[in-house]
C-alpha cells in the first residue's frame, strides 16, 4: 500500500512528534497504555520508554512483523504488539489507562472511524484518556497541503478517497464531538501538520 518504507522515511519524519505526544499524554510509569494502528511501532516504543506497559495493535501483518523485529532489537519487554483490527479489539473492557491513534483515522472509512473510537472508548477504564493525533484541517499551508495530498494519493485510490471524506467531515474535532468526546485538551503542534486532542473516555 505505501510507496515507501514506513520505517525509513515516515518515522524518522515523525520522530518529535512521537516524543511530544508522550509529553502531552501525560504517561506516568506503569501506566497501561494501547497505541491503534501502530504500524511498525514507533509510538509504543516511546511509551515504553517513559515506562509505560505499552501494547500495539495493527491489522496489517507486515507492519507486525517489524515492529516485532524492532522490539527484539531494542529489548523493550514492556511493549508488545497484535495483529488485529481497530473496530473489533481483542481486548477486556476498561483495560487500559489510556488509548491513542496517530494517522489513523484519516485512512479509514467514516464508519469505520467511529467503530475504531467506540473501542477505543470500550478499552480504556473510567476517567482514563484518549488520545488522537492526524492532520489539521484545514492543511496548514500550502506547500504541506501538496507534500500531504501527493503521499496520500500515492498510497492508492481507497485511501486518497478516505483522507478526502476525513478533510471533508472537518477533521479531529467534528469527528470527535460526533463521537460525544469532549476535548480537555489540544496542541497544535504550530510547526507541524498534525494536530493532537486529548479526550476523558
Ligand atoms: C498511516 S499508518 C499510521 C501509523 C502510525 N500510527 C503512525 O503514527 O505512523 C495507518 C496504519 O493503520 C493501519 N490500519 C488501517 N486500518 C486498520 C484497522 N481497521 N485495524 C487496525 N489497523 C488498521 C494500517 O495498517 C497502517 O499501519
Known amino acids: 500500500m505505501w510507496p515507501f518504507n514506513y520505517s525509513n522515511v515516515i518515522d524518522p519524519l515523525l520522530k518529535n512528534i512521537r516524543v511530544r505526544i508522550v509529553k502531552f499524554a501525560g504517561i506516568k510509569t506503569g501506566d497501561k497504555v494501547l497505541d491503534v494502528c501502530c504500524a511498525t511501532g514507533d509510538q509504543v516504543f516511546h511509551y515504553a520508554r517513559a515506562g509505560a506497559i505499552a501494547t500495539g495493535i495493527d491489522s496489517n501483518p507486515r ?50 472511524r467511529d467503530k475504531v473510537i467506540s473501542e477505543m472508548k470500550r478499552v480504556v477504564k473510567k476517567d482514563g484518556s484518549l488520545i488522537f493525533a492526524d492532520f489539521k484541517v484545514p492543511l496548514p499551508s500550502r506547500r504541506s497541503s501538496f507534500l500531504i495530498r501527493t503521499v496520500e494519493y500515492l498510497a492508492g485510490n481507497k485511501h486518497y478517497e478516505n483522507f478526502r471524506s476525513y ?16 476535548e480537555e485538551k489540544i496542541d497544535n503542534f504550530r510547526d507541524s501538520f498534525l494536530m493532537v486532542i486529548k479526550t476523558k473516555k
Open 167 to 182: 478533510l471533508q467531515e472537518g477533521g479531529l474535532p467534528s469527528l470527535l464531538q460526533r463521537n460525544k468526546l469532549k
Open 63 to 112: 507492519m507486525i512483523e517489524i515492529a516485532l523485529k524492532s522490539q527484539k532489537r531494542y529489548g523493550l519487554s514492556s511493549a508488545s504488539f497484535q495483529i488485529a483490527d481497530a473496530t473489533n479489539l481483542p481486548f477486556e473492557d476498561s483495560m487500559f489507562d489510556m488509548a491513542s491513534i496517530s494517522l489513523g483515522l484519516h485512512e479509514v472509512e467514516r464508519e469505520v
